[in-house]
């Protein structure tokens, strides 16, 4: 039972215009999130964080938003630039227990 | 530089051939895991370990064991494979089981 869920595989975007990475959870429990990128023949690497007693983190071109009540966090990439081409992974753990991944989503952004 | 090394990167094996994948991190770590990511499942843990000695199951743990005998590393062993373990194995560590996890560069298994 997969509790965390990215229900899109792919994405393609154009240069200079807005990424919106989509993770639903069902674990009402999370308290914390993150978002990992992952370049081919590479691990993944940590992107952005948000805990949930908030609602938006932003980190430069990167801007991670939680609705709590919706069980759904998003993130934006303004703007996209072609170096941001990879698959993106949500992640979601609670009080420090083991964290949940989901399957991920391929972005693709064309010159 | 702060990493988590694991080897082989790339590795074709028969059914039934014991292998074993090794993991090392330099960061004094003291949480550390296996994950394999399959195309449409993301990445599911197999096991994990929160300190020396200290090893439990994740999501996906048959047929595969672990041992965590010193901080630093924390091999896989896949006692006999078979061809639904062909997949990419990543190795992470953390500081603790909730924080940021580093992860390793991948290991392509086949096992035909």
């Known amino acids: 039972d997969q509790q965390v869920k990215q229900n899109s595989p792919s994405l393609s975007v154009q240069e200079g215009r807005i990424s919106i990475l989509n993770c639903d959870y069902t674990?009402?429990?999370?308290?914390?999130f993150l978002w990992y990128k992952k370049y081919p023949a590479e691990g993944p690497t940590f992107l952005i964080s948000?805990?949930?007693?908030?609602d938006k983190n932003e980190d430069g071109r990167f801007t991670v938003f939680l609705n709590k009540s919706a069980k759904h966090l998003s993130l934006h990439i303004v703007p996209s630039q072609p170096g941001d081409s990879a698959v993106y992974f949500c992640?979601?753990?609670?009080?420090?227990?083991?964290?949940?991944f989901g399957a991920g989503t391929r972005l693709t952004v064309k010159p | 530089e702060a990493q988590v090394t694991q080897n082989p990167r790339y590795l074709i094996t028969v059914t039934g051939k014991k292998l074993t994948v090794t993991c090392s991190q330099n960061?004094?770590?003291?949480?550390m895991s296996w994950y394999r990511q399959d195309p449409g499942l993301g990445l599911r843990q197999i096991y994990y370990?929160?300190?020396?000695?200290?090893?439990d199951k994740g999501d996906v743990p048959e047929g595969y064991k672990v041992s965590r005998k010193e901080k630093r590393n924390f091999p896989l062993i896949l006692e006999s494979p078979s061809p639904n373990q062909t997949s990419l194995y990543f190795c992470?560590?953390?500081?603790?089981?909730?924080?940021?996890?580093?992860f390793g560069e991948g290991s392509w298994l086949t096992v035909v």
């Open positions: 992470a560590s953390s500081p603790g089981s909730g924080n940021t996890i580093y």
């Open positions: 674990n009402s429990m999370f308290d914390y």
């Open positions: 948000i805990s949930s007693i908030k």
């Open positions: 992640a979601a753990s609670y009080n420090n227990n083991d964290m949940r």
């Open positions: 960061m004094n770590h003291e949480y």
């Open positions: 370990s929160m300190n020396v000695e200290v090893t």
